[in-house]
């Protein structure tokens, strides 16, 4: 893993910042909750900051996006390995617990949820849309967040279901996408 590099950010003015995050509440993306165990213990966190950037190569690549301050950014990069859970449409309240919005706190997110442990120890929700079992390979601090490159090890995918989508703050479904497909 590489030293993480600190970007030099100048604070967005309030009206820009205040357009820009009512701008991004609009955009849809998938909910997922990425978790990590190890050294520095067990944590994880909801996240809709996820994306892949490459399926070539010895393994594929993806990024994930995490605050710097919360409890989960120390512990995946101490650990180095975290797994991405895409979050089934009917698991908001599993967003929920990870994002902070129940008095659940540290491990005791874990708790009434059934894991699984993947390849790189990583636990996996023994139920999500699809996982990523992934190797940080480095992470670059910008602004407030840490965006962390992880090298895919493992995959898994359910046979069915649909992605818990998040958009103008709130969660949903893909519909609309279900019936354009039939």
Known sequence: MTAPRHSKTSTAAPPLRGAFLDAMSRTACSVTVVSTDGPAGRAGVTVSAMSSVSADGPTPKLLICVHRSGAACPAILENG???????????????????????????????????????????????????????LSHANLVGTHYVMFGAVEAVFVADSGAPLIYADRAYGTPGSLAQAAA
């Not at 929920?96 to 990583?122: I, K, N, P």
């Open 81 to 135: 390995v975290f797994c991405v859970n895409l979050l089934r449409a009917e698991q908001s309240g599993i967003s929920d617990v990870f994002a902070g919005r129940t008095d659940a706190v540290g491990a005791d997110r874990f708790s009434g949820l059934d894991w699984t442990r993947m390849v790189t120890g990583a636990p996996r929700l023994i139920d999500p849309l699809a996982a990523f079992d992934c190797r």
